[in-house]
């Protein structure tokens, strides 16, 4: 208990912790070594996110007309409750609207409710899997992806998947449903996701197993909209 342990020896130090009694020096330190450990296990969580924007923040979300976000609801799902009720999140727009940085700050508000949370671009999943595969440790790697409360999947459906690929991913998908939440950041609204799956029963129970379990917000990028990329000075990919 290093911490409490620092704030003993301060106390020591502090001729004014003298007047105090002993119960409420005792109490002083056992709130010190909580707060230590909470402030630590929230460092762990989001470093253990991996989040592409750490400093996505609700309070920071731009509400300018040509986004289309509802504030009200955006709020309302920073509380976390669709993950308590093992929902989805659809998060659609084009290119540079903000999906990742939404994304990012509803991940943060989940780690701050001590959710485990993974962030994840579809790709680098794929490419997860597929080593996975061939190492033969892939029933230990879903497990990983399984367990997560809040699963953020990036750039989904950017670019068509491998049959291989859409089995792995649907397995993912197929155990995560109903017992936890995942949020996809894609620029197709789930009509386009067909297209991007090899084999049309894949598809269908992929999509099966997202869609009617999910919230859709739609970001719009208004022509007098900047770029959410120039809006918080990041580089273009």
Request: net charge neutral; proline share 3%.
């Given at each position: ?53 750490t ?81 033969g ?62 084999q ?9 197993r ?28």
């Amino acid at each position: 208990m290093s911490a409490m342990a620092d704030a003993y020896e301060i106390q020591l130090r502090d001729y004014s912790m003298h007047e105090l009694t002993f119960e409420q020096r005792l109490t002083l330190l056992v709130d010190t070594e909580y707060t230590s450990r909470i402030n630590n296990r929230l460092k762990r969580l989001i470093h253990g996110a991996g989040f592409d924007q750490t400093y996505a923040s609700i309070a920071e979300i731009d509400y300018s007309p040509g986004r289309k976000l509802n504030r009200e609801y955006i709020e309302q799902l920073s509380s976390c409750e669709y993950i308590n009720q093992r929902n989805n999140l659809i998060l659609m727009g084009p290119t540079g609207a903000g999906k990742s940085y939404l994304a990012c700050a509803l991940g943060m508000e989940a780690c701050k409710r001590f959710y485990k949370v993974k962030y994840v671009r579809l790709p680098e999943l794929a490419l997860d899997l597929s080593i996975a595969r061939s190492e033969g440790t892939i029933r230990k790697v879903r497990k990983q992806y399984e367990k997560f409360d809040l699963l953020i999947l990036d750039e989904w459906m950017l670019v068509p998947l491998q049959e291989e690929e859409a089995k792995e991913i649907f397995e993912i998908i197929y155990v995560r449903h109903k017992n936890s939440s995942t949020i996809f950041c894609s620029q197709f609204a789930p009509a386009g996701w067909y297209s991007k799956i090899p084999q049309e029963t894949i598809a269908d129970a992929i999509l099966d197993r997202i869609v009617h379990s999910s919230h859709m917000i739609e970001i719009g990028n208004g022509k007098d909209s900047k770029s959410m990329r120039e809006v918080y000075g990041l580089k273009q990919r």
